[in-house]
């Protein structure tokens, strides 16, 4: 069956550091990946979308990357701030196309210390 | 502009009651979805509109989930009867026309059913 996979346990870094979060995926083939960030009693907020044809994006200081090859893709926060703790997720689209049916990681929490 | 908007945001319900949450997607969308969130199941698509028509409802648990669209600017997701395993954080969320990937999800309604 399809599946998700990122790190359950929380993620603490020191503020200034480079913060790294993982999304393994399984029985997939997406055309396109996306992480999402939610706040304590928020919906998921959208923060970048990457395709299958594209190794690496950035905005600010959020950069991504997307190996078809290994199913993975990376997170990265450059100079990480405690604005940026939060709990961030990955989803894939299961459909065929782009279909706008989401499955959702199960999420990792950044706390980043002051 | 206003984001997307759901009602109530807490609901407490007794076991065997009609529950209804109501959802307002942000004007000019034309795609809506209904997710819900648990620690042990993470969030999960439930069904999703495309212009006020339900495409796909593969991801309602049950009979006694009904979902409805019946204008651009309104949908409902009623449990009827409710049961605790219900109990859950749904979230709403619409996407602009061709991007069914960008998703803006509402501040979720949490729904507690003793």
């Known amino acids: 069956s399809q599946k998700i996979e990122q790190n359950s346990e929380a993620l603490n870094i020191q503020e200034g550091k480079t913060a790294t979060l993982t999304c393994n995926y399984t029985?997939?083939?997406?055309?396109?990946l996306q992480w999402y960030r939610q706040d304590p009693g928020r919906g998921p907020v959208f923060l970048l979308l990457?395709?299958?044809?594209?190794k690496e994006k950035r905005k600010e200081r959020l950069k991504v990357t997307f190996d078809t090859t290994l199913k993975q893709s990376l997170f990265h926060i450059t100079a990480s701030q405690p604005a940026d703790s939060a709990t961030y997720l990955c989803?894939?689209?299961?459909?065929?196309?782009?279909?706008?049916?989401?499955?959702f990681g199960q999420g990792t929490t950044l706390q980043v210390k002051p | 502009d206003a984001g997307v908007i759901q009602s109530p945001r807490h609901e407490v319900t007794e076991m065997g009651q009609e529950v209804t949450l109501r959802c307002k997607p942000i004007?000019?969308?034309?795609?809506l979805f209904w997710y819900r969130q648990t620690m042990m199941r993470g969030l999960e698509l439930l069904i999703y509109?495309?212009?006020?028509?339900?495409?796909?409802d593969s991801g309602m648990p049950e009979d006694r989930f009904s979902a409805k669209m019946p204008n651009a600017s309104f949908s409902t997701l009623k449990i009827q009867p409710s049961e605790p395993r219900d109990s859950a954080v749904y979230f709403c969320?619409?996407?602009?026309?061709?991007?069914?990937?960008?998703?803006?999800f509402g501040p979720g309604t949490r729904l507690t059913v003793t």
């Open positions: 969320a619409s996407s602009p026309q061709g991007s069914y990937y960008e998703q803006y």
């Open positions: 029985n997939y083939s997406p055309a396109y």
């Open positions: 990457i395709r299958e044809n594209e």
């Open positions: 989803a894939l689209d299961r459909g065929s196309s782009n279909t706008g049916k989401l499955i």
């Open positions: 004007s000019g969308h034309n795609s």
């Open positions: 509109f495309n212009n006020n028509v339900p495409i796909d």
